[in-house]
């Protein structure tokens, strides 16, 4: 909470991302901010950060929503899925137990 404003912080390393393993850079960390599902800030620590960023920049300058992020297509293995991982593990906070448990084991 910053200035009275309630937000979520969505934080996760590279270590179980196949691009970073790949590239050898697991040690690399990504934050964003969201607020009513929409990204308003973060930032990524990682080789080439300032590339892995711009659809993150773009969804907050145009108020792309977290799940439209979440939905679209990542070629594998790019960097850019750990967009995808940080979000899809927020969002699936709103899982049941019973529908994590099917979908992740």
């Known amino acids: 909470m910053a200035a ?3 937000f979520d912080v969505l934080r996760d390393d590279f270590v179980e ?3 970073a393993i790949i590239d050898q850079y697991p040690e690399s960390l990504v934050k964003l901010f969201v607020l009513k ?3 308003m800030g973060g930032t990524i620590i990682a080789p080439l950060a300032s590339e892995l960023v711009q659809e993150l920049i773009l969804a ?4 792309i929503s977290i799940e439209k992020l979440f939905t679209k ?3 594998y293995p790019t960097a850019t899925r750990i967009n995808e991982r940080v ?3 927020y969002l699936s906070r709103k899982l049941t137990e019973k529908s994590k448990r099917l ?3």
């Open 60 to 63: 907050q300058n145009i108020g």
């Open 87 to 89: 979000i899809g593990k």
């Open 103 to 105: 979908l992740f084991h």
């Open 4 to 6: 009275g404003i309630a």
């Open 17 to 19: 991302d196949d691009r």
């Open 37 to 39: 599902g929409k990204v």
């Open 73 to 75: 297509t990542y070629p």
